[in-house]
């Protein structure tokens, strides 16, 4: 029987927060409550784990009550403003190292959300099937480097090994139109879907609450995210209250800007929290803020509108197919006026904002999207 492999930088249960661990979690719930427990068995889990032991050991992860196989190929370091070292490099590593574990054969289909992960399974078995499931156009991804991102030939040959897992990918989902046009020069073997979202405890019976001016942040604190306009945006909202949820390089940076603004009062950060508390801090919030300079499909914006969180943005990535600006979001240029004047503009109708924000969520459901998806995964995981 062949397996489905699923290969990320993730231990698939709470590192790193954030939306990508969130959106592989959801379609593996979505296959543990859907398909018989035989063909479960047939789903491993190659990841990275907190515990330096346990590389290279095999283990399990609970989704839905089933245990799936799990082999961890290389350990993280969970302070993400203090990272020392790639994991992605180390991911690699580890994965030529331990990956003869896996066995892997032609009949098996290696479900990728970390092309990093594609050289080392091509060397590990060059004819199994690889299906690539791309969180934001790999043409950002050299962009976003923490480490190498001042050598050159290293970034330049890191483009040119994403054309290549493009080409050579059996198939690929995308989230976004941009993605989609981006891979279209080397692969037809393409289809857009999107992020899912478990739809919170009590949805149908919810209503609005008043706005009260709590206004939230949820993602990594890198430069990418525009956090820096949203910031400045709180000078013009001096009845406002922004929580900063998450960590990462720049922390030390936007505290210290905080600070010279004065607005130590009205700007909370909370460090990383377990997505348990991120839920309770979005059912206290009015409004998620996010200016990133590219994204795919945020999961963070899947969340707030289940928890009738309007959203205001920057139109990138796949974020205009998955808001209604006008409706259950106002956009953004990036500038800090323009984030105040959006948070002023659904103010003014906030009720009518959330409702729309609230009913918008239903379509991302996991359920509704693990099986669209499992519907064209399923040719390759035979």
């Not at 515990?51 to 399990?60: F, I, P, Q, T």
């Not at 993280?76 to 992605?88: C, G, K, Q």
């Not at 979202?197 to 990594?220: D, I, K, M, N, Q």
């Not at 309007?310 to 998955?322: A, D, F, K, L, R």
């Amino acid at each position: 029987m062949a397996r489905l492999i699923v290969f990320d930088t993730s231990d698939f249960v709470s590192f790193p927060i954030g939306g990508q661990l969130t959106s592989v979690g959801n379609f593996l719930t979505f296959l543990c409550e859907s398909l018989p427990e035989e063909r479960t068995k047939d789903i491993l889990l190659v990841g990275v784990t907190k515990d330096k032991d346990r590389v290279g050991e095999w283990g399990s992860v609970e989704k839905a009550g089933r245990k799936l196989a799990f082999l961890p190929v290389a350990s993280v370091e969970t302070d993400l403003a203090h990272t020392a070292h790639s994991l992605r490099a180390a991911y690699v590593k580890g994965l030529l190292h331990y990956g003869r574990k896996l066995h892997l054969q032609r009949i098996d289909c290696c479900y990728v959300q970390t092309p990093e992960a594609v050289m080392a399974i091509r060397v590990l078995c060059p004819p199994t099937k690889v299906v690539l499931f791309s969180h934001g156009s790999y043409a950002n991804m050299a962009r976003g480097f923490r480490f190498y991102k001042h050598n050159p030939l290293v970034k330049t040959g890191f483009v040119q090994y994403l054309k290549q897992v493009l080409r050579y990918a059996d198939f690929i989902f995308v989230l976004d139109q941009k993605s989609f046009d981006d891979y279209l020069p080397y692969t037809d073997r393409l289809e857009k879907v999107t992020n899912s979202v478990v739809l919170p405890e009590g949805y149908e019976s919810w209503t609005p609450h008043a706005f009260a001016g709590r206004l939230l942040f949820a993602g990594r604190l890198s430069n990418d995210k525009g956090l820096a306009g949203i910031i400045r945006a709180m000078t013009e909202l001096p009845d406002c209250h922004l929580s900063i949820v998450g960590d990462g390089e720049e922390r030390g940076t936007f505290e210290q800007m905080v600070r010279k603004l004065s607005l130590t009062d009205r700007v909370e950060f909370t460090g990383a929290v377990t997505p348990e508390r991120v839920q309770e801090i979005m059912q206290q919030s009015d409004i998620l803020l996010m200016n990133s300079d590219f994204e795919g499909v945020p999961m963070v914006i899947l969340e707030a509108l289940a928890n009738g969180l309007p959203v205001i943005s920057t139109p990138v990535g796949g974020i205009p197919e998955t808001v209604a600006f006008g409706k259950d979001a106002e956009k953004s240029d990036g500038s800090a006026a323009s984030i105040a004047a959006g948070v002023r503009m659904i103010q003014g109708s906030y009720e009518t904002y959330a409702k729309a924000a609230h009913e918008h969520a239903a379509s991302y459901s996991y359920r509704v999207v693990g099986k669209e998806i499992y519907e064209t995964l399923k040719r390759y995981w035979v």
